[in-house]
């Protein structure tokens, strides 16, 4: 990665191209730090502190802590990566956008139209939920319609910015722009947390009365360390792993020219889901957390207390229920995205077959099973990367949440490897071969 950088930045028009980047990237976390009117940032921080574990936690987290300080780029991409996603999913149930879809360059601009629309809706919902909880707590300074306007207004356009912004990163840098705004957003976050959680192991096992507990503080420690290289090298690994589905095609003769004749494969990444399924499960389960956050029950032994306690990031329960929503929300993406019938088809329309497989729905069953395969491994390892962190919590002292790491580290791992990818394609289009060597 840091060779492929290198030798980028060696060519004169990917050097610009690096440089605007860094120049959009600033610019975003310069705006990360405006607040919007009306907000008293003291009592705003004190509000967020109460936060761990509900939907804005997760929030701040994508807005690279500027949630929490009720900044201009509060809601972050957050609107945009909702709509992203019902528009992918409407794509599959309503036929008209299905064929929008198969229409090329035209079809995608104007669902990418659709998008921006639904982001803007979205973000104006949510920037009206957020102004209506912050009222409710006393967080707003002198409440009233002008001031939901404004407020509202404020959030919803800075929403609309970074999706500009990231548009230009598109055009003008090196590309993936939403994912580089949220990569920059998440690291600028990293140096506070890790801070933050050695300093609550080192004080929580200080605390300790244990002599050989002290003196074994400095290997827990660096087997923390050891144990994030070691995972994110499982991550790097898996993200770029796929099963490879082999293709051949029949030879054609047309007039005095042979076609076909070659053999090929149908690439399936073994993660082909990505982060999305851990994301929704996160959302799923930080319901009831957020609810009771705005609802506190009465009666703290009480049946509802009881029941709320059960969707604690550390408890055994949230543990077993992010397990199955992650296993199951990977099988229905999956479901949608890919279609084995069709693959099938297409292979069939093209002379192509898998060697030692009928075409037709032979070809499309065994395509199917390999799906299952892959996806049942695939989300295992989602669940693993989600869940080990909640796992740790419950042996760190302090009660850290770090619940959200798992997200972090297949977030951050998977945009750092598609924009290396990124930036080695547009080498290899300038002739520029010094990254093979």
């Given at each position: 990665m840091i060779e492929t950088i290198r030798n980028a930045w060696k060519v004169e028009d990917l050097r610009k191209k690096m440089l605007f980047t860094l120049f959009i990237i600033v610019l975003f976390r310069f705006g990360a730090t405006i607040p919007v009117p009306y907000i008293d940032t003291a009592q705003m921080?004190?509000?967020?502190?109460?936060?761990?574990?509900?939907?804005?936690?997760?929030?701040?987290?994508?807005?690279?802590?500027?949630?929490?300080?009720?900044?201009?780029?509060?809601?972050?991409?957050?609107?945009?990566?909702?709509?992203?996603?019902?528009?992918?999913?409407?794509?599959?149930?309503i036929p008209a956008l299905e064929r929008l879809s198969?229409?090329?360059?035209?079809?995608?601009?104007?669902?990418?139209?659709?998008?921006?629309?639904?982001?803007?809706?979205?973000?104006?919902?949510?920037?009206?939920?957020?102004?209506?909880?912050?009222?409710?707590?006393?967080?707003?300074?002198?409440?009233?319609?002008?001031t939901a306007l404004v407020f509202v207004v404020t959030l919803s356009a800075g929403t609309a910015l970074l999706m500009w912004l990231?548009?230009?990163?598109?055009?003008?840098?090196?590309?993936?722009g939403i994912s580089i705004i949220l990569f920059a957003g998440i690291v600028s976050r990293a140096p506070a947390t890790v801070s933050s959680m050695i300093g609550y192991v080192t004080q929580g096992y200080l605390d300790l009365e244990l002599e050989v507990v002290k003196k074994l503080n400095p290997f827990v420690a660096i087997a923390i360390a050891v144990g994030a290289v070691l995972l994110v090298s499982l991550v790097v690994i898996v993200t770029n792993a796929e099963r490879r589905v082999p293709v051949q095609y029949a030879k054609r003769v047309v007039g005095r020219k042979v076609y076909?004749?070659?053999?090929?494969?149908?690439?399936?990444?073994?993660?082909?889901?990505?982060?999305?399924?851990?994301?929704?499960?996160?959302?799923?389960?930080?319901?009831?957390?957020?609810?009771a956050f705005f609802f506190p029950a009465s009666n703290p032994e009480g049946f509802w207390a009881t029941f709320l306690k059960a969707f604690r990031f550390d408890h055994p329960i949230y543990a077993l229920l992010y397990t199955l929503l992650i296993v199951g929300f990977s099988f229905f993406y999956i479901s949608m995205t890919y279609n084995p019938v069709e693959i099938a088809n297409n292979l069939k329309k093209n002379g192509g077959f898998v060697p030692g497989i009928r075409p037709g729905r032979p070809t499309s069953e065994y395509i199917a099973r390999i799906l299952n395969k892959i996806t049942f491994f695939g989300s295992w390892f989602l669940v693993f990367i989600a869940i080990l962190p909640i796992i740790t919590t419950w042996f760190l002292p302090g009660g850290i949440n770090i619940s959200l790491g798992g997200t972090t580290i297949i977030i951050l791992v998977g945009v750092a490897l598609e924009t290396v990818k990124q930036m080695e394609s547009m080498m290899l289009m300038r002739h520029y071969k010094g990254f093979l060597e």
């Open positions: 921080k004190s509000y967020y502190a109460q936060m761990s574990g509900t939907f804005f936690g997760y929030l701040n987290l994508m807005s690279g802590g500027a949630f929490s300080q009720g900044t201009l780029f509060a809601m972050s991409i957050s609107p945009y990566i909702n709509a992203s996603i019902i528009i992918q999913l409407l794509t599959v149930a198969k229409e090329g360059d035209e079809g995608r601009k104007k669902l990418n139209n659709y998008t921006r629309y639904l982001t803007v809706g979205i973000a104006l919902l949510q920037g009206y939920g957020f102004y209506a909880t912050l009222r409710s707590y006393g967080v707003i300074i002198t409440p009233s319609a002008l990231a548009d230009q990163i598109n055009v003008y840098g090196i590309g993936n076909g004749g070659q053999s090929t494969h149908i690439p399936i990444k073994v993660n082909g889901t990505g982060v999305l399924p851990v994301i929704f499960a996160q959302s799923f389960l930080s319901i009831p957390s957020t609810i």
